[in-house]
């Protein structure tokens, strides 16, 4: 056990994000680890006029044996992702439908009330300065460089 206390003080000491979260005699971890597809086109927005914000819905499957008949079935889990800052112009160029991302990023839960009136929670994982989100699998068009339009390959002998 002291050598899973020593690992893991190593580990948090090493570890420069925000996910960590110290109280007394107590060390907290929010972090969100996902790979899988994109559902529709990636929606960009501001908030407070002043912060980019690209919001979009991620599925994950596993597949799960059935005890009676011995056939897999596959299981479905869909995912809200917020991104803010700087990598929400890439999040907004990437997160096509049907691409497929690697993220890494908190959880938060949102609350809020319905038209009813009824109180509701939201839980999103949210990808800020010190989160990741790369591509496994690029969508159809995608180009690297923002605006930049494709040079045709030249001959250098031709010039």
């Known amino acids: 056990m002291a050598f899973l206390r020593r690992s893991v003080g190593l580990m948090l000491r090493e570890e420069t994000t925000s996910s960590f ?9 929010n972090k969100v680890i996902l790979m899988g597809t994109v559902g529709k086109d990636a929606e960009m927005h501001t908030v407070d006029s002043k912060i980019f914000c690209t919001t ?12 009676d008949t011995g056939e ?6 869909w995912h809200r992702v917020a991104v ?3 990598k929400a112009d890439f999040a907004n160029r ?5 691409a497929h991302l690697y993220l890494e990023g908190t959880l938060q839960a949102k609350k809020f009330t319905d038209k009813n009136g009824q109180a509701k929670t939201n839980i999103e994982v949210v990808i800020g300065p010190k989160g990741t989100i ?10 690297y460089a923002k605006d930049q339009p494709e ?3 030249q001959d250098p002998e031709e010039h």
């Open 21 to 29: 979260t110290r109280g007394p005699n107590r060390t907290f971890v």
């Open 56 to 67: 979009f819905s991620l599925v994950t499957n596993y597949s799960v044996r059935d005890n």
């Open 72 to 77: 897999w079935n596959k299981v479905a889990t």
């Open 84 to 86: 803010y800052g700087t």
């Open 94 to 98: 990437a997160a096509k439908k049907g």
């Open 134 to 143: 790369n591509m496994v699998i690029p969508p159809v068009g995608f180009t």
């Open 151 to 153: 040079q045709e390959h």
